[in-house]
């Protein structure tokens, strides 16, 4: 069969390089895809938000299954689009994709069934909001409602804070229509969690748990980013954790949707925050996490595609997800700067040695020959061990062998 995966970033990398292992699948094409996606399928140059052209493209092509890796086509409708012509496509349509697209959505949601979350209040009007704050204890989230790129939440540490996300938010549009709706919330302390699971509509089946490093620097110390690091599986949720979110958290998802008429069929990624036995959803995404997939597709023995046909099919319930039993470790070498400002440009060096395990390309791109960096995160090494360590070293073996101008990474990616 023929896929098309639509993204750019080690996410699409690795989801390409595993249906690349599927004896089902013959032709791969990626739409823009990264110098990464380039040796192992055919990079369209095509964005991830033209949908006319990726269904024409779809169409001419004769494509059999579209894997939608980033939010933004699916929030834009994308499913509906390829569904309206015929065409087979993995993720949520555009009303179930405001799980991501809508915070406000989402919130209104998890309080209807019952789903452990943080306190909230929505508004819609800069005067309200800012009169609202006093309702809560400091320090304070505020969030904007609709997507900003992964920096529309701002921890306002007393009432100055919280006006200025709010005046950003609500009078100056830092984030455009999805400043908006703001919704604030009581901070939750403890530690995060992310679950992604397969959902067909009746069925929730989750992966095994990824742990991610958020912040910039070791030790958890700097800015928030889209993620420095990863392992698999996370020793931070055993059995008895897991069956409880599949109770709690897990279950009542499906109730919800199937009450309120949603037809969710794809990804659904689950961020959580615990502390002692307290577990409240954060946020949900409607696709896989990245880095999270850099170290859960590398373990997971099923073929993708049967996956996704099962879901298509609504036949998840009959599926059994079967994992590696190896520790897998992904450190994201990021541009100097990143998550603030950063060069682009950069050329790469040393690709060719690190042969532990996978390199993915997150930003990266091919001009004459060479590898040059192309975003704020670049490459993202994983490699596979009989226990954690054992991946983590071969992981920063690789790590060693590469280098770029003012490339950094963290030092210390699943250290217990
Ligand atoms: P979200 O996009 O809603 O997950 O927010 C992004 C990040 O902000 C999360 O990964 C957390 O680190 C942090 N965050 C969001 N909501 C809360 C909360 N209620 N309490 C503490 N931290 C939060
Ligand atoms: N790593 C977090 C995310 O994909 O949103």
Same mark, same amino acid.
């Given at each position: 069969?023929?896929?098309?995966?639509?993204?750019?970033? #080690?996410?699409?990398?690795?989801?390409?390089?595993?249906?690349?292992?599927?004896?089902?699948?013959?032709?791969?094409?990626?739409?823009?895809?990264?110098?990464?996606?380039?040796?192992?399928?055919?990079?369209?140059?095509?964005?991830? !938000?033209?949908?006319?052209?990726?269904?024409?493209?779809?169409?001419?092509?004769?494509?059999?299954?579209?894997?939608?890796?980033?939010?933004?086509?699916?929030?834009?409708?994308?499913?509906?689009?390829?569904?309206?012509?015929?065409?087979?496509?993995?993720?949520?349509?555009?009303?179930?994709?405001?799980?991501?697209?809508?915070?406000?959505?989402?919130?209104?949601?998890?309080?209807?069934?019952?789903?452990?979350?943080?306190? =909230?209040?929505?508004?819609?009007?800069?005067?309200?909001?800012?009169?609202?704050?006093?309702?809560?204890?400091?320090?304070?989230?505020?969030?904007?409602?609709?997507?900003?790129?992964?920096?529309?939440?701002?921890?306002?540490?007393?009432?100055?804070?919280?006006?200025?996300?709010?005046?950003?938010?609500?009078?100056?549009?830092?984030?455009?229509?999805?400043?908006?709706?703001?919704?604030?919330?009581?901070?939750?302390?403890?530690?995060?969690?992310?679950?992604?699971?397969?959902?067909?509509?009746?069925?929730?089946?989750?992966?095994?748990?990824?742990?991610?490093?958020?912040?910039?620097?070791?030790? !958890?110390?700097?800015?928030?980013?889209?993620?420095?690091?990863? =392992?698999?599986?996370?020793?931070?949720?055993?059995?008895?954790?897991?069956?409880?979110?599949?109770?709690?958290?897990?279950?009542?998802?499906?109730?919800?949707?199937?009450?309120? #008429?949603?037809?969710?069929?794809?990804?659904?990624?689950?961020?959580?925050?615990?502390?002692? !036995?307290?577990?409240?959803?954060?946020? =949900?995404?409607?696709?896989?996490?990245?880095?999270?997939?850099?170290?859960?597709?590398?373990?997971?023995?099923?073929?993708?595609?049967?996956?996704?046909?099962?879901?298509?099919?609504?036949?998840?319930?009959?599926?059994?997800?079967?994992?590696?039993?190896?520790?897998?470790?992904?450190?994201?070498?990021?541009?100097?700067?990143?998550?603030?400002?950063?060069?682009?440009?950069?050329?790469?060096?040393?690709?060719?040695?690190?042969?532990?395990?996978?390199?993915?390309?997150?930003?990266?791109?091919?001009?004459?020959?060479?590898?040059?960096?192309?975003?704020?995160?670049?490459?993202?090494?994983?490699?596979?061990?009989?226990?954690?360590?054992?991946?983590?070293?071969?992981?920063?073996?690789?790590?060693?062998?590469?280098?770029?101008?003012?490339?950094?990474?963290?030092?210390?990616?699943?250290?217990?």
């Amino acid at each position: 069969m023929k896929v098309l995966v639509i993204g750019s970033g #080690g996410r699409e990398h690795a989801i390409t390089q595993k249906i690349s292992e599927s004896p089902r699948v013959d032709k791969i094409f990626v739409a823009p895809g990264n110098a990464g996606t380039s040796q192992i399928a055919e990079n369209i140059n095509i964005r991830v !938000d033209d949908i006319p052209m990726l269904v024409a493209f779809a169409q001419k092509e004769a494509i059999d299954w579209t894997i939608v890796g980033p939010e933004l086509p699916l929030v834009l409708g994308i499913v509906d689009a390829f569904e309206n012509e015929g065409l087979k496509i993995l993720g949520p349509n555009a009303r179930a994709a405001q799980f991501e697209g809508s915070k406000a959505f989402t919130k209104a949601f998890l309080k209807k069934y019952e789903i452990p979350t943080a306190a =909230y209040e929505e508004y819609t009007s800069l005067e309200a909001a800012k009169a609202g704050c006093a309702h809560f204890d400091y320090p304070l989230v505020v969030k904007a409602d609709g997507l900003a790129a992964g920096k529309g939440v701002v921890i306002a540490q007393n009432e100055a804070e919280a006006f200025e996300a709010l005046d950003d938010m609500m009078a100056h549009k830092h984030f455009g229509d999805a400043g908006e709706v703001v919704v604030l919330e009581a901070f939750l302390r403890g530690y995060e969690a992310s679950i992604l699971c397969f959902v067909d509509g009746e069925t929730i089946l989750p992966m095994q748990a990824a742990q991610d490093h958020k912040k910039a620097f070791d030790g !958890d110390l700097g800015l928030n980013t889209g993620g420095m690091g990863t =392992y698999s599986p996370s020793l931070k949720i055993d059995d008895a954790m897991m069956a409880r979110i599949q109770t709690e958290i897990l279950n009542p998802f499906i109730t919800g949707i199937k009450e309120e #008429g949603i037809d969710f069929k794809g990804i659904l990624f689950v961020g959580l925050m615990i502390e002692g !036995d307290d577990i409240n959803v954060l946020e =949900y995404n409607v696709r896989l996490g990245d880095p999270e997939t850099e170290v859960t597709l590398p373990r997971l023995k099923n073929d993708l595609m049967d996956i996704i046909e099962a879901i298509d099919q609504q036949r998840l319930n009959e599926v059994t997800l079967e994992w590696s039993e190896e520790h897998a470790v992904c450190v994201i070498l990021a541009s100097g700067g990143y998550p603030e400002s950063y060069e682009k440009g950069k050329v790469i060096t040393g690709l060719d040695k690190a042969l532990n395990g996978y390199v993915f390309h997150c930003g990266t791109k091919m001009v004459d020959g060479q590898v040059l960096t192309n975003g704020g995160r670049v490459l993202g090494v994983t490699a596979l061990g009989e226990t954690l360590e054992v991946a983590r070293q071969l992981a920063y073996e690789d790590v060693e062998k590469i280098t770029f101008e003012g490339m950094f990474c963290r030092t210390d990616i699943g250290v217990k």
